[in-house]
């Protein structure tokens, strides 16, 4: 558990009460007390099929649904029989109710200074950020000109397009776009290195990738389109060509490359379009395709404990109902009340689309987009962001927040954040320190923090405080969303008592959990069906790797995951997805990564490798801190910056189990007694002895 020695070792009996709807300028709570909670969620399992009756009822329908759930475990299927569209819901609909011209999108671009210039440090940044705001009715006509384009491109309701994009406006139009002509999408994270882009495009068997020239990420241009073309082709050599490739032109830093010319045939058949060239042509009626309940919304892709990324696969009808519920429940939605929510997830991961994108559309209140990092220019830039655009409810990484705390109280200080109601934070345990921080710098004391415990896999918020009903505790996620199950138990499926850690599951389907890993039944039982069942009943019950425990008032503290993956600033990472890209290095014979305990990142990535010694000869190298930065390099270069490890170790032999298991219990164990980071040492590690010491015991 990575994050054990965060949360296991806490006695935290700070208790903050729901402050009331009015003095934060909220005019209502939509859950208003514990006891309305508590009935609420009682009901929602008791009773799920009319309490999401009731709440489908938020959600637009071309042709109603006549039964609310038909499961065979683990298989869901919800609303069936109904048919809807996702773009519908997030724009059709409030254009057709006379809320067309009202903003749905508010997007600020990274550099400070003219229209999509490059910024030039120290005089660009001192005029005025690029800001956009785009209205439902706009959402309309750029969803349909596109979704006309990619129809002329020949993508088909079914199909899986690919998206690599900044975090600009457009990339919210081509998820919907798809969305409005029946194209599943699956958005990969701009992050990501361009075999991470092949590996998922061609799991997803998608022909078509939207993208973008570059993207402007601390003052720096990340090379999107060049990416692209690196991936096409790789995946050109694999026999799986990419039909077309649509680009947007937002930096414009160069040229377009040589190999890029517009709709010109490369490699065999692949042909780049400029996005406005395509768009222009099209019409801008493009009627919202009816979907049915269970047919595919989108895939996004995950880290797992194989090598291979899980293409996740969630459904329309059944996703946006707990879109929408979670998100109006734990943000306090409510239109028309001068709301403007931000969440600075990158829409590259399932936090954009539920809580940039889908949730919050639904609910017709705006959404801040914001393209950048947030210390470009300056390390004040999200402060400056909330105060200039009022931002009302704000929602961040444990990772971001210790960042903040890093970089001091006087970023925070000196902007006006009074527009703030409520802050919330996801993707990690968040220790009670950088809980109170954030909640004396930020929320000012005022706002009620919500500690978001969810997955890709979730589709939303699984275990989270409603703000105007349940007290918090720094550190805990706090109690069940509503129509949510959860447990603690055993191997055995017993609930465990108060505070003794165990697994944490969920015991009933909800609307919003996946409905398979693309391509990949085995996957998808093996991951999250097989470990925990009913012991009554044999029913088996969803697991979601994680553990947890419960506190003497029914809180969940969540430990960290239990399988062989990290969360690196928040982000997944599987063990093995490193180690493959490590062992693709011809120094490497062997590799095992592990995670270690870091201040600000929660975990980091450390790897130790054992080298090939007839590398070494032929290639006059030494095991040195040369090779060390070099083998890093290669990790990022092949999965992404993200991967790339905070420490390379060199081994003379990795310590294995008598059956040959490697024991990764004694590597995490080596790797958190570090006490630098950056350990310069190029000797190697000998394991053999405690090896020998630790053998019996794994
Ligand atoms: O370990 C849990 C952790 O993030 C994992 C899910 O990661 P991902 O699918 O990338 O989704 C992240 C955004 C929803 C979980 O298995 N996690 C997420 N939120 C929290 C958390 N751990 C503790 N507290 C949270 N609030």
């Known amino acids: 558990m990575s994050n054990e020695s965060i949360s296991s070792t806490l006695q935290e009996h700070r208790l903050f009460a729901p402050p009331r709807a009015a003095d934060l300028g909220f005019s209502a709570w939509h859950v208003a007390s514990m006891a309305e909670y508590r009935a609420l969620h009682e009901r929602s399992v008791r009773e799920p099929d009319s309490f999401w009756a009731e709440e489908a009822s938020n959600v637009s329908w071309f042709g109603p649904w006549d039964r609310v759930l038909e499961w065979r475990a683990p298989d869901a299927k919800w609303f ?81 397009v690919t998206i690599y994009m900044p975090m600009v406006p457009e990339l919210a139009v081509a998820m919907l776009a798809c969305a409005r002509i029946g194209a599943a999408h699956s958005v990969i994270f701009g992050g990501f290195a361009p075999h991470a882009i092949s590996e998922r495009a061609q799991d997803a068997h998608s022909r078509v990738i939207i993208t973008s020239d570059g993207g402007f990420r601390r003052g720096e241009v990340v090379p999107l389109q060049t990416n692209v073309e690196e991936a096409v082709d790789q995946l050109n050599n694999l026999g799986h060509i990419i039909n077309h490739v649509v680009v947007l032109k937002r930096t414009a830093h160069v040229l377009p490359s040589q190999r890029f010319v517009s709709g010109a045939m490369r490699n065999g058949s692949t042909r780049f379009h ?73 829409i590259g991961w399932i936090t954009g689309h539920s809580y940039v994108l889908y949730g919050v559309l639904m609910n017709r209140v705006p959404t801040l987009m914001f393209e950048g ?153 093996s991951n999250y069906w097989s470990r925990l069942k009913d012991p009554r009943t044999g029913e088996p019950w969803y697991f979601s790797a994680d553990g947890a425990r419960r506190d003497e008032d029914g809180y969940f503290w969540v430990q960290g995951r239990i399988d062989d993956v990290i ?53 006059k190298r030494e095991p040195d801190d040369a090779l060390k930065k070099e083998l890093a390099a290669h990790v990022a270069g092949e999965v992404g910056a993200l991967a790339r490890p905070d420490q390379v170790r060199f081994a ?45 015991e794994e």
């Open 567 to 619: 969360k690196v600033s928040g982000h997944l990472l599987g063990t093995m997805e490193v180690e493959s890209a490590l062992v693709s290095h011809p120094a490497v014979a062997e590799a095992a990564v592990v995670g270690m305990p870091h201040e600000i990142k929660g975990s980091a990535i450390c790897a130790f490798v054992t080298l090939r010694p007839a590398w070494l000869i032929n290639n």
């Open 274 to 346: 400029w996005w406005h060239d395509v768009v222009s042509r099209a019409s801008d009626a493009c009627p919202c395709e009816a979907m049915e309940s269970e047919d595919m919304l989108f895939l996004l892709y995950t880290s797992g404990s194989t090598g291979k990324p899980k293409g996740i696969l969630h459904t329309t009808a059944g996703y946006l109902v707990y879109a929408q519920m979670t998100a109006r429940l734990t943000f306090n939605l409510i239109p028309d009340a001068g709301q403007l929510f931000w969440c600075s997830a990158d």
């Open 80 to 160: 069936v029989g109904g048919r809807l569209n996702a773009c519908y819901n997030c724009v059709d609909r409030h254009v057709q109710s006379g809320h067309g011209d009202e903003t749905a999108i508010v997007w600020e671009g990274e550099p400070m200074g003219p229209k999509t210039s490059h910024p030039v440090p120290g005089s660009a940044y001192a005029a005025e950020p690029e800001i956009r705001r785009l209205s439902y009715r706009d959402l309309q006509i750029q969803t349909s000109k596109l979704g006309n384009a990619l129809k002329a491109l020949g993508v088909k309701k079914g199909d899986v």
């Open 652 to 696: 003379d032999g990795l310590p294995k189990t008598r059956s040959g298991k490697i024991m990764r219990r004694l590597l995490r164990d080596v790797a958190a007694g570090v006490e630098k980071i950056t350990q310069d040492t190029s000797t190697l590690e000998d394991f053999s002895v405690i090896s020998k010491l630790r053998a019996d």
């Open 373 to 525: 990092a947030p210390n470009a220019p300056r390390n004040d830039r999200f402060w400056d962001i909330i105060a200039r655009h009022r931002v009302t409810q704000f929602y961040t990484a444990p990772t971001a927040i210790r960042t903040f705390m890093k970089w001091g109280d006087e970023h925070p200080a000196g902007h006006d954040l009074s527009s703030l109601r409520l802050i919330g934070t996801v993707g990690e345990p968040i220790n009670p320190e950088a809980w109170m921080w954030y909640h004396k710098h930020i929320g000012r004391e005022r706002c009620p923090i919500v500690d978001t415990y969810w997955q890709t896999e979730t589709g939303g918020h699984v275990v989270t405080p409603l703000p105007g009903a349940v007290a918090t505790k720094p550190g805990s996620c706090t109690v069940p969303m509503l129509g949510i199950d959860a447990a603690i138990v055993n191997e055995g499926g017993e609930e465990l008592p108060a505070n003794k850690g165990g697994l944490f599951c969920i015991k009933k389907p909800w609307p919003g959990m996946l409905r398979g890993v693309y391509g990949n039944r085995e996957r998808f039982i």
